[in-house]
């Protein structure tokens, strides 16, 4: 199936784009040059997947970065030099152990080492094996996403002959292959390494077994079969795959890829495949290399240990645009990736969002909005943050988004599900939010904190019903500015006097809502509601929160 055509791009921004800085432009400008210099007519993007398990959230990172760096190349040279992004799936490979997710693992043994094609797929007869079942999801998962990618298939390329003139190329430069790699490895490998993997006639599995002999005019090699017998297969046709680091240069010379961008741990061999590359005749790609996501403890997240976010967690909580901005976000900079980043990264999302509305042409450039949507920025007005509603949720104790609802419109009035469709999702990811992680930590107030907070009832009793945000914060700073404990003498008020030190807001969200801090004290008021507020005090001063604790 072919892709859908790409969505157009706005000519208004082919002249700023020339000098635009933000990172995707800066690769795609290593790819213009690139093709300049070769003269060629079409630049090829290549994202991997191993169909070993199902998508993750690296997988989308990598798709979406990688299209990232295809808009700014497409705006670079005014969308006249074609693109082609193709999702490449190595699942020819061998099965080297059974996932833990299948329904039964006994019935996959027979299966190790076999070509993940010619497993057959342990959860429905649906498809033809485990690496079609794990294709398919990986298609459903980029095109829920609309990512415009061709799919390839290593087991479709191996056997259908498309690998088959660089399969020979591999052949005939046996030796210079092996000049790179062995010196890779230990003494132990190097003794019984092949580049090639023979598929067994006998078996059906993939062998790692040394080769007896590689005939290059004929196109074949010899090895020794599970049974000890001598047998002769063609490398072409699918009868034999590549090692993987081979496979990766290969691959890129016969896809004659242009940029390809993999995770620090590929690394160190990026001179491998880049060698192997230049040995089979093509030019090795354009590389950007990604820092790898860590967990709420600094530890390299792995899919085995099962200590990092998957993408359905992330969407559980929060939309795919804010999850395009995490992976928009410094990718050459390692970073945590567990559910306390998911409020941020919404907020931070919709402040960009609203800031694109007011840039011009080459402000929205360096805009993380615009590569997160890749140049088709949709207007969004969000009047409430998440961070905000969190907050709400924290307080209110919503059974349905209905309750939240109830605050949204007295605070916003006009302002609906209907309306506003985006800030409706938003409330339901809140409420999904507090109800899985927010855990609330009440304290006592002490004498001074129950003055401060009988005084902030009094104040907040003076104001008028339609306060805005920003009366309700001023009546609640001169209510600290009275208080010793809360003066910090290094700022001003704007009467002169001594500022108020973050401790006061700090007291008012562990006193009254049992957490550590909240986004602006007045907009949290203001959209609770100033009675709603002053109850909060009174229940607080009352002991209510701290005996519920």
Request: charge should be negative; include cysteine; charged fraction near 25%.
């Given at each position: 199936?072919?892709?859908a055509?790409?969505?157009?791009?706005?000519?208004?921004f082919f002249?700023a784009?020339?000098?635009?800085?933000?990172?995707?432009?800066?690769?795609?400008?290593?790819?213009?040059?690139r093709?300049?210099k070769?003269?060629?007519?079409?630049?090829v993007f290549e994202?991997?997947?191993?169909?070993?398990?199902?998508?993750h959230?690296?997988?989308?990172?990598?798709?979406?970065?990688?299209?990232?760096?295809?808009?700014a190349?497409r705006?670079?040279?005014?969308d006249?030099?074609p693109?082609?992004l193709?999702?490449?799936?190595?699942?020819?490979?061998g099965m080297r152990?059974?996932?833990?997710n299948?329904?039964?693992?006994e019935a996959?043994?027979?299966?190790?080492?076999?070509p993940?094609?010619?497993?057959?797929d342990p959860?429905?007869n649906?498809?033809?094996?485990?690496?079609?079942?794990?294709?398919?999801?990986l298609?459903?998962f980029?095109d829920?996403?609309?990512?415009?990618?061709?799919?390839?298939?290593?087991?479709?390329?191996?056997?259908?002959?498309?690998?088959?003139?660089?399969?020979?190329?591999?052949?005939?430069?046996y030796?210079?292959?092996?000049?790179v790699?062995?010196?890779t490895l230990?003494?132990?490998?190097?003794?019984?390494?092949?580049?090639?993997?023979?598929?067994?006639?006998?078996?059906?599995?993939v062998?790692y077994?040394?080769?007896?002999?590689?005939?290059?005019?004929?196109?074949?090699?010899?090895?020794?079969d599970?049974d000890?017998?001598?047998?002769?297969?063609p490398?072409?046709g699918?009868?034999?795959?590549?090692?993987?680091?081979?496979?990766f240069?290969?691959?890129w010379?016969?896809?004659?890829?242009?940029?390809?961008?993999?995770g620090?741990?590929?690394?160190t061999?990026?001179?491998?495949?880049?060698k192997i590359?230049?040995?089979?005749?093509?030019?090795?790609?354009?590389?950007?290399v990604?820092?790898?996501?860590?967990?709420?403890?600094g530890?390299?997240?792995?899919?085995?240990?099962?200590?990092?976010l998957?993408?359905?967690?992330?969407l559980?909580?929060?939309?795919?645009?804010?999850l395009?901005?995490?992976?928009?976000q410094k990718?050459?900079?390692?970073?945590?990736?567990?559910f306390?980043?998911?409020?941020?990264a919404v907020?931070?999302?919709?402040?960009h969002?609203?800031?694109?509305?007011?840039?011009?042409?080459?402000?929205?450039?360096e805009?993380?909005?615009?590569?997160?949507?890749?140049?088709?920025v949709?207007?969004v007005d969000m009047?409430?943050?998440?961070?905000?509603?969190?907050?709400?949720?924290?307080a209110?104790?919503?059974?349905?988004?209905?309750v939240?609802?109830?605050y949204?419109?007295?605070?916003?009035?006009?302002?609906?599900?209907?309306?506003?469709p985006?800030?409706?999702?938003?409330?339901?990811?809140?409420?999904?939010y507090?109800?899985?992680?927010?855990q609330?930590?009440?304290?006592?107030?002490d004498?001074?904190?129950?003055?401060?907070?009988?005084?902030l009832?009094?104040?907040?009793?003076?104001?008028?019903?339609?306060?805005?945000?920003?009366?309700?914060?001023?009546?609640?700073?001169?209510?600290?500015?009275?208080?010793?404990r809360?003066?910090?003498h290094t700022?001003?008020?704007?009467t002169?006097?001594?500022?108020?030190?973050?401790?006061?807001?700090?007291?008012?969200?562990s006193?009254?809502?049992?957490?550590?801090?909240?986004?602006?004290f007045?907009?949290?008021?203001?959209l609770?509601?100033i009675?709603?507020?002053?109850?909060?005090i009174?229940?607080?001063?009352a002991g209510?929160?701290?005996k519920?604790?």
């Amino acid at each position: 199936m072919s892709p859908a055509p790409l969505p157009p791009l706005d000519p208004a921004f082919f002249d700023a784009a020339q000098t635009a800085r933000a990172w995707p432009f800066e690769e795609a400008r290593k790819l213009v040059k690139r093709l300049e210099k070769s003269g060629k007519g079409e630049a090829v993007f290549e994202t991997g997947y191993g169909p070993s398990g199902l998508p993750h959230i690296g997988t989308f990172g990598e798709v979406a970065r990688t299209t990232m760096v295809r808009t700014a190349f497409r705006l670079l040279t005014r969308d006249q030099i074609p693109t082609r992004l193709i999702c490449f799936s190595d699942d020819l490979d061998g099965m080297r152990k059974i996932p833990d997710n299948v329904p039964s693992k006994e019935a996959m043994e027979p299966h190790l080492q076999k070509p993940l094609t010619s497993v057959p797929d342990p959860w429905t007869n649906e498809f033809d094996s485990f690496g079609a079942h794990n294709n398919a999801m990986l298609r459903r998962f980029l095109d829920t996403f609309g990512f415009n990618y061709e799919f390839a298939s290593a087991t479709d390329y191996y056997r259908s002959g498309k690998f088959d003139a660089v399969l020979l190329r591999a052949a005939e430069r046996y030796d210079d292959i092996m000049k790179v790699m062995l010196p890779t490895l230990g003494a132990e490998r190097q003794a019984t390494y092949s580049p090639f993997l023979p598929i067994s006639p006998i078996s059906g599995r993939v062998l790692y077994v040394p080769m007896k002999e590689v005939d290059a005019k004929n196109g074949t090699v010899t090895f020794a079969d599970e049974d000890g017998s001598d047998t002769t297969l063609p490398v072409t046709g699918g009868h034999v795959k590549m090692q993987w680091k081979p496979d990766f240069g290969m691959r890129w010379a016969a896809l004659d890829v242009d940029f390809e961008m993999f995770g620090k741990d590929h690394q160190t061999n990026a001179h491998v495949y880049d060698k192997i590359c230049e040995i089979l005749g093509g030019k090795a790609p354009e590389h950007y290399v990604f820092e790898l996501f860590l967990d709420a403890e600094g530890q390299k997240i792995s899919k085995s240990k099962g200590n990092g976010l998957t993408i359905d967690e992330w969407l559980t909580y929060a939309g795919n645009e804010s999850l395009g901005l995490y992976m928009f976000q410094k990718p050459r900079t390692a970073k945590r990736l567990h559910f306390d980043v998911i409020p941020r990264a919404v907020d931070e999302y919709f402040a960009h969002v609203a800031a694109y509305q007011k840039q011009d042409t080459a402000a929205r450039l360096e805009n993380p909005a615009f590569h997160v949507h890749y140049g088709k920025v949709p207007e969004v007005d969000m009047p409430v943050t998440f961070a905000l509603l969190l907050n709400l949720a924290t307080a209110s104790n919503p059974e349905t988004p209905d309750v939240m609802w109830g605050y949204i419109s007295a605070y916003a009035p006009g302002v609906s599900p209907q309306t506003h469709p985006h800030l409706d999702a938003l409330v339901g990811y809140a409420i999904r939010y507090f109800r899985d992680f927010v855990q609330k930590t009440y304290r006592a107030p002490d004498e001074v904190e129950r003055g401060a907070l009988e005084a902030l009832s009094e104040a907040f009793a003076a104001l008028p019903d339609d306060a805005t945000n920003e009366t309700i914060q001023n009546a609640a700073l001169d209510v600290a500015r009275t208080i010793e404990r809360y003066q910090d003498h290094t700022k001003k008020s704007p009467t002169g006097g001594p500022g108020v030190s973050v401790e006061f807001f700090q007291m008012l969200y562990s006193v009254l809502i049992g957490q550590e801090r909240g986004p602006r004290f007045g907009s949290f008021a203001a959209l609770y509601g100033i009675d709603n507020t002053r109850k909060l005090i009174e229940d607080a001063l009352a002991g209510k929160f701290v005996k519920a604790g």
